[in-house]
């Protein structure tokens, strides 16, 4: 299977890299992939360059064919004013909406402080939301106090087992249901009748 890291760090060496590269090894423990990472860092001219003229570079093109071709994705960006990188978004805007479509993806951001943790619920699962990719329920948010805290490796074990679930079909969509689940009230009834 095929798993695409995007970061979106700036500098060398960045900690939104660091985040992005123990979760692709955590997702690595939990199943088999063949990692990608697409550094926007590298990018960003052609980024710019596609935003105006409408074409991408050949560079940014191979990085849209992985990410449009992955079999789940692990979207990493620095905290920017309370809200994700303008490279991060503009990379994601070249990006056809829909190519996306029922791809799983782990969400992540590293950012100063704790205080800007939200960013996860306020701006990157609503982005990836829209474009109608399958967001995986744990997002993992690493401050600089967190690194080397006990905290942050189990976020990434648990951001990491769920979406190696996805990407090996464990998905949600249509559950298998055992003795525990609850069965909605108009199948029991149809049971009952005999016309289910």
């Known amino acids: 299977m095929k798993l695409v890291v995007v970061s979106a760090g700036l500098s060398v060496p960045s900690s939104t890299r660091l985040l992005a590269d123990r979760l692709a090894a955590a997702v690595g423990r939990q199943t088999p992939v063949d990692v990608q990472i697409v550094e926007l860092r590298e990018l960003a001219v052609e980024i710019a360059q596609n935003l105006t003229n409408g074409f991408p570079g050949r560079a940014l093109a191979a990085a849209i064919d992985a990410v449009t071709g992955a079999d789940g994705l692990i979207v990493v960006t620095p905290v920017f004013s309370a809200s994700y990188s303008g490279l991060f978004k503009s990379f994601f805007d070249v990006i056809?909406?829909?190519?996306?479509?029922?791809?799983?993806?782990?969400?992540?951001?590293?950012?100063?402080?704790?205080r800007h943790s939200m960013v996860l619920d306020h701006a990157l699962r609503p982005l990836f939301a829209h474009l109608k990719a399958v967001v995986v329920p744990t997002g993992v948010?690493?401050?600089?106090?967190?690194?080397?805290?006990?905290?942050?490796?189990?976020?990434?074990?648990?951001?990491?087992?769920?979406?190696?679930?996805?990407?090996?079909?464990?998905s949600a969509a249509k559950p298998v249901r055992n003795d525990l689940d609850?069965?909605?009230?108009?199948?029991?009834?149809?049971?009952?009748?005999?016309?289910?």
């Open 182 to 196: 609850v069965v909605p009230f108009a199948e029991q009834l149809a049971a009952l009748r005999g016309t289910g």
């Open 141 to 170: 948010y690493a401050a600089s106090e967190d690194w080397g805290a006990e905290g942050l490796d189990g976020r990434i074990r648990r951001a990491a087992g769920e979406l190696a679930g996805l990407m090996n079909g464990q």
């Open 96 to 114: 056809d909406k829909d190519a996306l479509a029922g791809t799983p993806v782990l969400i992540a951001a590293s950012g100063g402080t704790a």
